[in-house]
Nanobody, 115 residues
Framework: VQVVESGGGLVQPGGSLTLSCTTS????????VTWYRQRSGKEREFVAN????????NYQASVKGRFTISRDNVKNMVYLQLNSLRPEDTAVYYC?????????WGQGTQVTVSS
């Protein structure tokens, strides 16, 4: 089982990034997927999730309207489009499949928003 996030980097405020979560080794289309983030010195927090079929999504209030989660069940990938980025979006972003405590996690990808 492998979960790998990518696409992070340094971006100026107001900029955009697309994060990807690549998976292998299990039946991807059976799992809901959640993006979390962890800011320095803070607890890991929910960002967005998408159900197994991709029909239903939810967002943290602070990112709603700026971030978009999507998935491709053919490619076994999940995406998080980050627009209108703010310095407070700086964090390590993690992809989780299944549940928080028993699901599958990637190693995270760093997003830094700074001028």
């Amino acid at each position: 089982v492998q979960v790998v996030e990518s696409g992070g980097g340094l971006v100026q405020p107001g900029g955009s990034l697309t994060l990807s979560c690549t998976t292998s080794g299990f039946s991807f289309s059976n799992y809901g997927v959640t993006w979390y983030r962890q800011r320095s010195g803070k607890e890991r927090e929910f960002v967005a999730n998408i159900n197994s079929g991709g029909e239903s999504t939810n967002y943290q209030a602070s990112v709603k309207g700026r971030f978009t989660i999507s998935r491709d069940n053919v490619k076994n990938m999940v995406y998080l489009q980050l627009n209108s980025l703010r310095p407070e979006d700086t964090a390590v972003y993690y992809c989780n499949l299944g549940s928080y405590y028993t699901g599958y996690w990637g190693q995270g990808t760093q997003v830094t928003v700074s001028s």
